[in-house]
Nanobody, 127 residues
């Protein structure tokens, strides 16, 4: 069983920064793509960023491109989301998720293919 635990959320003023971390259990962390999703009340869960299993390919939603950076440390079984220049519209619960496709060369943004999820961490950006 894989367990994902997010940390690093909180309250920040617009223009500020936060760094989210997601620690994963299990010995095969480094063989699966990882993603960050977010969801705010009344909205669908949105894919924010994805990183492939080897860390050399990434995807960003247009709304966060140039402000957020996803990275991973496979030796530490951890994926990160550095969030800079935060805006009030970034306010949401942020979830990390593990793709179900072993060593997939393709990056997927639909939540359907992700079979392990963290409990979420709240990010609130005040104006």
């Amino acid at each position: 069983q894989v367990r994902l635990v997010e940390s690093g959320g909180g309250l920040v003023q617009a223009g500020g920064s936060l760094r989210l971390s997601c620690a994963a259990s299990g010995r095969t962390f480094g063989r699966y793509p990882m993603a960050w999703f977010r969801q705010s009340p009344g909205k669908e869960r949105e894919c924010v960023a994805v990183i492939n299993w080897s860390g050399d390919t990434t995807y960003y939603a247009d709304s966060v491109k140039g402000r957020f950076t996803i990275s991973r440390d496979n030796a530490r079984n951890t994926v990160y989301l550095q969030m800079n220049s935060l805006r009030p519209e970034d306010t949401a619960v942020y979830y990390c998720a593990r793709d179900s496709r072993y060593q997939s060369p393709v990056i997927y943004t639909s939540p359907d293919g992700y079979n392990y999820w963290g409990q979420g961490t709240q990010v609130t950006v005040s104006s």
